[in-house]
T-cell receptor
Framework: GENVEQHPSTLSVQEGDSAVIKCTYS??????FPWYKQELGKRPQLIID?????GEKKDQRIAVTLNKTAKHFSLHITETQPEDSAVYFC????????????FGTGTQLKVEL | SQTIHQWPATLVQPVGSPLSLECTVE??????LYWYRQAAGRGLQLLFY??????ISSEVPQNLSASRPQDRQFILSSKKLLLSDSGFYLC???????????FGPGTRLLVL
C-alpha cells in the first residue's frame, strides 16, 4: 500500500518568513495530493490540493509543488502570519478503491512574533 | 451546500462498554464515506470506508465495526471498548467523481 513520509515534524519560523513542508510517497499510481490544516481541537481543513497532471499550484500565500519522477511534493507558505500556526498534513490517493487517502504524520508549524 | 454532522461531540466511556458514533451528510447523494481515528498528537488513521449502502471496507483489524444503513448515514460501533480506543474520531465524505474529502467536526472519545 501507499506510504507517505512528511518532514519536518515541527517547524518554527518568524512572522513574515517562508515555511516549507515536504512529503514523499511510495505508490507511483497516486495521482491526487491534498494538504490539510488542523488547528488545535478542530477538524482538518483542506487548504490546497494538486493533481498529478500539474507541477505547481498557487493560491495567494500558499503554493504546492509536485515532482512525480522523484515522488515528492511540498507545501510553501510565504509571508507567514501567527494564524498560520497549526498542524499541517499532506496526503496521497489514487483513483479507485474508494480513493483512500494516506496521510503523512503531520508538521506542527509555529509562527513566532 | 453540503454539511456533515457527527455526534456526540465528546464521550467518556468505561473500558468494556459499547460504542456507537454517528455521522450524517446533507446536501449530497451517494457519497463515499470514511471513518478516521486520530490519537493525541498523532496523524490520521483510516479505519473504514464505504462506497454505498451496506458496503463497508475495513482497513485496520480491531474491535471496531462500521455500518451504513442509509445513503448518508455512517455508524462506527464497538461491543467492548479498550483503553487504546481513546482518540478523536473523524468522519469524512467525498462526492463521486471528485477527489476531495471533507471532514466532520469529530467526536472526542476518552475510554477510562
Amino acid at each position: 500500500g501507499e506510504n507517505v513520509e512528511q518532514h519536518p515534524s515541527t517547524l518554527s519560523v518568524q512572522e513574515g518568513d517562508s515555511a516549507v513542508i515536504k512529503c514523499t510517497y511510495s505508490d507511483s499510481a497516486s495521482n491526487y495530493f491534498p494538504w490539510y490544516k488542523q488547528e488545535l481541537g478542530k477538524r482538518p481543513q483542506l487548504i490546497i490540493d494538486i493533481r498529478s497532471n500539474v507541477g505547481e499550484k498557487k493560491d495567494q500565500r500558499i503554493a504546492v509543488t509536485l515532482n512525480k519522477t522523484a515522488k515528492h511534493f511540498s507545501l510553501h507558505i510565504t509571508e507567514t502570519q501567527p494564524e498560520d500556526s497549526a498542524v499541517y498534513f499532506c496526503a496521497a490517493s489514487r483513483t479507485g478503491g474508494g480513493n483512500k487517502l494516506t496521510f503523512g504524520t503531520g508538521t506542527q508549524l509555529k509562527v513566532e512574533l | 451546500s453540503q454539511t456533515i454532522h457527527q455526534w456526540p461531540a465528546t464521550l467518556v466511556q468505561p473500558v468494556g462498554s459499547p460504542l456507537s458514533l454517528e455521522c450524517t451528510v446533507e446536501g449530497t447523494s451517494n457519497p463515499n464515506l470514511y471513518w478516521y481515528r486520530q490519537a493525541a498528537g498523532r496523524g490520521l488513521q483510516l479505519l473504514f470506508y464505504s462506497v454505498g449502502i451496506g458496503q463497508i471496507s475495513s482497513e485496520v483489524p480491531q474491535n471496531l465495526s462500521a455500518s451504513r444503513p442509509q445513503d448518508r448515514q455512517f455508524i462506527l460501533s464497538s461491543k467492548k471498548l479498550l483503553l487504546s480506543d481513546s482518540g478523536f474520531y473523524l468522519c469524512a465524505w467525498r462526492d463521486r467523481g471528485k477527489e476531495t474529502q471533507y471532514f466532520g467536526p469529530g467526536t472526542r472519545l476518552l475510554v477510562l
